[in-house]
């Protein structure tokens, strides 16, 4: 049981602890005038800043989550300690040695055991340190075929000197068995800390072996810069463990709440308000020491929300912030993966994200060793938007040669363009769209732009919410291939479109139609279903409307259909209203009625008007009111 900390250490951890200092190693501050500082909330996540630290006061107080106190409660809130684990880590980062009442400083016994697992790991970082500029000659023999040599002779290969080396931690884990926990056992550590920590674990043989053996490694420090875990990677290519190994998740480490290199970039990305992600320790080593340091990279884990809001307080990315997050891939089919899926989570920040995509597959690391450090800052000023990034991903899945590539591709683009959040931009980017597709038609591919940003929320008010849920490395394949660009199949389309769409507009003149109005078989079906479910004129909601539809459809291939229909814009821009629905129905009716006259007249040439007359005679007096109907249609069709 760690004895209590005596009172005046308390004191003077807390004289030694400014609040601006404290808070400031977590997120960025800026003024807020009257001698306050604000920052983005780490308690809550928030768009714009409520969180205020006061330098006069010594405290801190959200206005939003009313979370509030001075920097010992920060420091407990935030890294969910205990008030005494709390005193210990300001107390370190302050160089306070406490003392506990009712004795000295006895290694092992008082202090905390997160505060042991931390200098475990500090002992270990050093233990690495010491180790890479170890004489291969003096070792004794450990059997090992990778030795501190081979460790440096990585570093070397890759433009890393022992000095660039001795800036990041990095070292060497012998090839050795239990080096490391021989040697933290003579420090006092137990067995149980080792273990712990992540350092060592438990042989098959029961006994306690080194967690890394023959790697190279990389201390993962926090914010505070405390190591609280180490990557490694195998130097050994008989190694048959993975290439990178990372401490498991202890009570230090969470490994998505970590970025390796933040504690060295924090304060530039916090002046910069710019962010680079990279892939590999390597990585940040060389973006930094090529003049880039807002470099990070994630720990044996994809980059995700957790990293997403770390950042965020970094940068103090708020509304209004012009702040820059830059992802940076290799060209290749996983670097695209990659890059896509960083897109997912784009609308997390407010900043604008980019990518940057590194030419010849080329990582930083290998950049700078080919091509100097200037051609990693190339690198980063070459981003383009993470958009365009992932638009042209879409667009090279499909045949843009063909009208339903063409199509398929704007289908799966146009819901990327709506999720860009500045309204003229992301017309200026469909815009693009229409270029880049070859459709020549910028109004069409804004209406479907404009449909899927109001589904978002993005445009004006929500009408349609799209049933269009497709994961987006799935192609498109349109549920019937048909010429679309024929243009009786284009009206019957649009008039389905508006009727599983905008049903209040079609009225009595769409349910009286019949399926045999409609050329396209599918076409009639969908009537079908309409009709069978009470038709528009039962229609509630849009939303449901469409529900009930996809329920009704008979197969998963009607289903994709009705879904097609419920989710394609129409071919007007802005919202149709009753005017634009009337024509469109009666354009359908009159091409109708149309064919059926066509019929009628043959018929009525194959007729013998002499033998069959009275037949003859009512059939004509049908055709003439068939012809009046159809120039009344017309008429409306046309707007006369
Ligand atoms: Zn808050």
Redesign the pocket.
């Known amino acids: 049981m760690p004895g209590r900390i005596r009172p005046e250490d308390i004191a003077a951890v807390r004289e030694r602890s400014p609040i601006v200092d404290v808070v400031g190693e977590y997120l960025q501050l800026r003024p807020a005038g009257g001698g306050s500082l604000k920052g983005l909330?780490p308690?809550?996540d928030?768009k714009s800043p409520?969180?205020n630290v006061t330098p006069g006061k010594e405290l801190y107080y959200?206005f939003?989550?009313n979370?509030g106190g001075d920097a010992i409660r920060f420091v407990q809130e935030v890294d969910k300690l205990s008030f005494a684990e709390a005193i210990e880590k300001l107390a370190a980062r302050a160089g306070i040695e406490l003392r506990y009442e009712g004795g000295g400083y006895v290694p092992g016994q008082e202090t905390s055991q997160r505060r042991r697992l931390i200098e475990a790991n500090k002992a270990a970082q050093e233990f690495y340190a010491t180790q890479l500029r170890a004489d291969n000659s003096n070792r004794r023999g450990s059997g090992g075929a990778v030795t501190a040599e081979t460790a440096r002779a990585f570093l070397a290969e890759r433009g890393f000197e022992l000095a660039d080396a001795e800036r990041f931690g990095v070292g060497f884990a012998p090839q050795a068995w239990d080096e490391l926990t021989r040697h933290l056992r003579g420090r006092g550590f137990t067995d149980d800390e080792l273990a712990k920590a992540g350092l060592a674990r438990r042989s098959s043989r029961g006994t306690l072996i080194d967690m890394f053996r023959g790697r190279m490694m990389w201390p993962i420090r926090d914010l505070a810069g405390d190591t609280v875990a180490f990557g490694a990677r195998k130097l050994d290519p008989d190694d048959d463990g993975p290439k990178y190994l990372n401490t498991p998740e202890t009570s230090l480490f969470k490994k998505s709440h970590v970025l390796y290199g933040a504690d060295l970039a924090r304060r530039e990305i916090g002046r910069q308000r710019k962010a680079v992600i990279v892939e590999g320790y390597t990585d940040v080593m060389a973006c930094h020491l090529a003049g880039e340091p807002t470099a990070v990279a994630t720990c044996g884990t994809s980059f995700g929300d957790d990293h997403v809001k770390l950042l965020r307080r970094l940068i103090m990315d708020a509304e209004g912030s012009d702040g820059a997050v830059i992802f940076t891939f290799d060209g290749d089919a996983a670097g695209q993966k990659a890059a896509l899926r960083a897109f997912t989570l784009e609308d997390k920040f407010v900043s604008q994200t980019y990518v940057a995509v590194q030419p010849d597959g080329l990582d930083p690391c290998d950049l700078r060793l080919k091509h100097g450090g200037g051609a990693i800052r190339d690198l980063i000023a070459r981003r383009v938007p993470l958009f365009e990034f992932a638009i042209k991903a879409v667009l090279g899945k499909h045949d843009l040669d063909s009208t339903d590539g063409q199509l398929a591709a704007l289908d799966e683009a146009a819901p990327i363009v709506a999720r860009i959040k500045d309204k003229g931009k992301r017309e200026r980017y469909a815009v693009n769209l229409d270029r880049w597709l070859g459709f020549m038609n910028e109004k069409f591919v804004l209406g479907r732009v404009r449909e899927h940003a109001r589904d978002t929320g993005r445009g004006r008010g929500a009408t349609i919410r799209s049933a269009d849920k497709k994961p987006a490395d799935q192609p498109h394949q349109p549920a019937y291939r048909y010429d679309r660009s024929d243009p009786v199949l284009r009206v019957e389309r649009e008039a389905l479109k508006l009727a599983v769409q905008w049903p209040a507009l079609c009225g009595p003149e769409f349910d009286e139609l019949g399926a045999d109005a409609f050329v396209v078989p599918v076409h009639g079906s969908v009537f079908g279903l309409i009709a069978g479910r009470g038709g528009v004129a039962s229609a509630g909601r849009a939303r449901e409307w469409v529900a009930a539809l996809l329920e009704a459809a008979p197969d998963d291939r009607a289903r994709a259909f009705v879904n097609e229909l419920a989710v394609e814009s129409l071919q007007v821009s802005g919202d149709p209203d009753e005017k634009y629905a009337g024509v469109i129905l009666a354009r359908v009716g009159e091409l109708a009625l149309g064919r059926r006259i066509a019929e009628f007249k043959g018929k009525l040439q194959r007729m013998n008007a002499e033998t069959e007359q009275a037949t003859h005679m009512r059939l004509f007096k049908e055709l003439v009111k068939l012809e009046e109907r159809r120039k009344a249609l017309l008429d409306r069709a046309t707007g006369g």
């Open positions: 909330c308690f809550h928030e409520s969180f959200c939003s989550c979370e």
